[in-house]
């Protein structure tokens, strides 16, 4: 009985393993800049890092100020890893600027985000 128990136990958990990364979805993992920071420069280019592979030709990037101004940024699409978004960015007034994003994960799902920063005076 307790063998048989083991058994169903190891083979649910192997399904698990299995099925887990299969079904995962992108998250971000890192940014620069990164969320909530301050900078007393522009930057010159935003970069997002997820935790798995993203399509970079089916994502976008934006940058939007705090009136609702939406910048629409170019991604570099053959730059980088394939879990990284690189996109140089315009010259920013200083302000709040939020950072949204929208990728499509390997699983084939879209996932979406947003951060923000903030330039100072």
Known sequence: MIASWRRVLVAG????????????????????????????????????????????SLSRLRVVNDQG??????????????????????PLPPGRWQVQWQVLSTDGHVVSGRFEFRLAP
């Open 13 to 56: 958990l192997a399904a698990v393993a299995v099925a887990a990364p299969a079904a995962a979805h992108s998250l971000l993992l890192e940014s620069v800049p990164a969320a909530g920071a301050t900078l007393s420069t522009p930057p010159r280019e935003l970069m997002l890092r997820f935790n798995n592979r993203v399509e970079k």
């Open 69 to 90: 101004v939406e910048h629409p940024l170019v991604i570099a699409v053959s730059r980088g890893s394939a879990d990284r978004l690189t996109a140089a960015v315009p």
